[in-house]
């Protein structure tokens, strides 16, 4: 039997190292990480996809992007063939993104951002933080492995400034019902994982290895 393909897709500014502990089956399937490169300058969303997708090499993948990641695979679909799409901690539309993120789009405010802060990631804990969470700095090491403000600058302002409207009905959403950065309140037809906040491909891996094979194999309805 042919394995079947997965290529996973980190959020923004994240290494694909947030998917260590994610274990399918390995007599199924096949996993496959995708990593963040540099956009060309002004690089619109749907040209940085297209690269990306020249990076998933199978026809008949598996396609699962985390946050922006999601974002980033709902736009590489229209260039793969794919089995199943899916995203984790996510959005489908610009109409399920937060009120203060269309706040910040409507304002520009995201421009302000101090993106730079980001390249000092032990700074930006115990600033964000305090010394208490010193312990925690591997965790965001992992999310912030892409710490080059130009990257920054563009990945903030492609959420905020996605265009995407009408909903793509093939994609599977997973959604933890209390993600922070996403709330769920906006959200629409999502598998909920409760109590799941916005890094929970993190710290509740043991639901996507135990649900995750099973949705990769349902037929559509």
Known sequence: MNKIPVYFMPGLAASSSIFERIDLPKETFEIHLLEWFMPEKQESLQSYAKRMSEKVTHDNAVLIGVSFGGILVQEMAQFLNLRKLIIVSSVKSNVELPRRMKIAKTTKAYKLLPT???????????????????????????FLHMRNK????????????WDRVKIDPNVIHIHGDADEVFPVKNIKKYINVKGGTHIMILNRFRWFNQHLPKIILEEAK
């Open 116 to 142: 730079g802060l980001l390249q000092d990631v032990e700074k930006l804990v115990k600033y964000a933080f305090g010394d208490v969470m010193k312990q925690k700095l591997k965790l965001y090491e992992q």
């Open 150 to 161: 130009e990257y920054l600058d563009w990945a903030i302002e492609q959420v905020i400034c």
